[in-house]
């Protein structure tokens, strides 16, 4: 079945840098971008961007630019979101989700990483 | 950005009850609007698709309306399983952006 596996729990002190796998099966790597979506602590959903799939090519909302790098391994289906310079701010949820680029949905999602970013 | 306001930010109801939270706006999306639940501890699921199109394996009790710049998500006879939070989401132009949700408690 389809399934996005993310990695697990991290814990990172300020300044460090992490980098969050989403795992793609069961469906072509390549016939979806997927999306990265935060939730801080008591806060909603927030869009962080896309990855196009076939090129490559990441699209960031305005407050992730920077720090924040989607990137692809296509011969293992992986994922990639990596932030570097960690605030305590960066401490959230991260989730990776699929899309569906013809009407902008996210239809299936990763179990979400918690990042704890903490001295 | 198209900024998204739902309302109730909560709502607690009973079981068996109906209830509905709303979702508008800050621009027409026609129907590029989209909801998700999202239970503790457990990645947000997919409820309804395009304004009111369920995907598979969400039952009829869930149920969506609406055009333009206002939207409601429709929940009948609650159950337990149903404690969630409740968000919309328009894909009519990027960012895409999300309501601030609704937590709905039995």
């Known amino acids: 079945q389809v399934q996005l596996v993310q990695s697990g729990s991290e814990l990172k002190k300020p300044g460090a840098s992490v980098k969050i796998s989403c795992k793609v099966s069961?469906?072509?790597?390549?016939?979806?971008?997927l999306n990265w979506v935060r939730q801080a602590p008591g806060q909603g959903l927030e869009w962080m961007g896309w990855?196009?799939?076939?090129?490559?090519?990441?699209t960031y909302a305005h407050g992730f630019r920077g720090r924040f790098v989607f990137s692809l391994d296509t011969s293992v289906s992986t994922a990639y979101l990596q932030i570097s310079g960690l605030k305590a701010d960066d401490t959230a949820v991260y989730y990776c989700?699929?899309?569906?680029?013809?009407?902008?949905?996210?239809?299936?999602w990763g179990s979400g990483t918690t990042l704890i970013v903490s001295s | 950005d198209v900024l998204m306001t739902q309302s109730p930010s909560s709502l607690s109801a009973s079981l068996g009850d109906t209830v509905t939270i709303t979702c508008r706006a800050s621009q027409s999306i026609s129907t590029y609007l989209h909801w998700y639940q999202l239970r503790p501890g457990q990645a947000p699921r997919l409820l309804i698709y395009a304004e009111s199109t369920l995907p598979t394996g969400v039952p009829p009790k869930f149920s969506g309306t609406g055009s333009g710049t206002d939207f409601t998500l429709t929940i009948s006879s609650l159950q337990p399983d149903d404690i969630a939070s409740y968000y919309c989401q328009q894909s009519f132009s990027l960012p895409y952006t999300f309501g601030q949700g609704t937590r709905l408690e039995i």
């Open positions: 989700a699929r899309d569906q680029i013809s009407a902008g949905y996210m239809d299936v």
């Open positions: 069961g469906y072509p790597f390549t016939s979806h971008a």
């Open positions: 990855i196009n799939t076939n090129n490559g090519n990441p």
